[in-house]
């Protein structure tokens, strides 16, 4: 590749805007990073280091910026949400939503800090990755993460010691498993952890799970911009009962999260799965058709991304196990209802199918 005589033209029209954040050494050091992760194949300190003729340095001095600099994370991204907020195509928009997911930054090798082997649901295994979580802002016309934070690895022994200083149970019989099965041993002790915050609200110090961050990092935005009432919409393994109760009763805040068709209902026949539930509608809907009547799935089309699509939607207001009073909304994709569906809940009970859908 050739090298780098001057900075793309990306990097002199924005750099301005992150000029406050830096010293005058590492704001020239960062405008030489970024410039290097822009064009450069290899995106190695050492690989971006010899791309750049633009005042030849030492590596080290690109190393320095990334170990020892002492510029804010914090800071840094607010310039960064300023500069959206500064541009009418990047503004946040009334209609825009905010949504939860954590992302698997996967690695070849195991000598980074706060490395763990996790599932990766693509590959369906364990790979050895850093786990993002991420507060997505999102409309028709941008994406871009708001806050994020990097998931740390429970400290085990950390976590048991905390817990036996609280007095909260560890069974003996399962002491065993430290040595003969970790991830046992570790799945027990989380979820006694996890049970037994309600009891012991100290030992959630002990831990910093997703759920959690992603509590913490609302809190931030909510104490920063009291004013936004975006919803936030987020996916099964998010949805909670405690994570909705969170958004409800303490933010205040409206939410659409994802169900799975293992979750149950109280009907009036009693307590049901939405698979069941879903198979039921779906016959009574096939039925309606043969006969004239009217369709227990009623076709909604709605804006995304440019485009529309269309769902053929229940939407009814139903008390969702350990969830509470929710707007359920199962979604299907063709017209005959042979895919598979989809379950959303919401704790906006007056909203509409389509609205729910969009967000």
Not at 260 to 267: G, M, Q, R
Not at 283 to 293: D, K, R
Not at 330 to 356: M, V
């Amino acid at each position: 590749m050739l090298p780098l005589v001057e900075f793309p033209e990306i990097v002199q029209l924005y750099a301005p805007f992150f000029q406050e954040v830096f010293s005058p050494e590492a704001f020239f050091e960062i405008e030489r990073y970024v410039s290097g992760l822009i064009v450069s194949e290899n995106k190695t300190v050492d690989g971006i280091n010899r791309l750049l003729v633009v005042e030849s340095r030492n590596q080290s001095s690109l190393n320095r910026l990334l170990t020892a600099s002492p510029f804010s994370l914090t800071n840094l991204n607010q310039a960064r949400l300023d500069l959206l907020a500064s541009l009418p195509g990047t503004q946040m928009k009334p209609k825009g939503v905010f949504s939860i997911d954590d992302t698997l930054l996967m690695h070849f090798g195991q000598d980074f800090e706060q490395i763990a082997q996790l599932w990766d649901h693509v590959s369906g295994s364990y790979v050895w990755a850093h786990d993002l979580v991420t507060v997505h802002y999102s409309d028709d016309d941008t994406d871009y993460p708001v806050l994020f934070q990097l998931w740390e690895p429970v400290d085990l022994e950390k976590l048991e010691q905390g817990m036996r200083a609280a007095q909260i149970l560890i069974k003996a019989s399962k002491e065993i498993l430290k040595d003969t099965d970790p991830q046992k041993w570790r799945g027990y002790l989380l979820g006694v952890w996890q049970r037994r915050q309600k009891g012991h609200p100290e030992i959630r110090e002990l831990y910093d799970s997703k759920l959690i961050m992603v509590q913490k990092l609302l809190e931030q935005r909510q104490k920063t911009h009291p004013d936004e009432k975006y919803p936030v919409t987020f996916d099964n393994w998010f949805t909670q009962p405690a994570f909705c109760r969170f958004l409800d009763q303490t933010l205040k805040l409206p939410y659409v999260g994802t169900l799975a068709e293992t979750d149950k209902l109280h009907l009036k026949s009693g307590v049901d799965t939405l698979r069941n539930f879903a198979a039921r509608l779906q016959q009574e809907h096939l039925a309606a058709l043969e006969n004239h009547g009217k369709p227990v799935f009623q076709k909604i089309t709605i804006p995304f991304k440019g485009t529309h699509e269309t769902y053929y939607s229940y939407c009814r207001t139903h008390r969702v196990h350990n969830f509470g009073k929710q707007r359920l909304v199962i979604n299907y994709r063709q017209a005959d209802l042979s895919d598979k569906p989809t379950f959303f809940i919401s704790n906006r009970l007056f909203w509409h199918a389509s609205g729910i859908t969009r967000i």
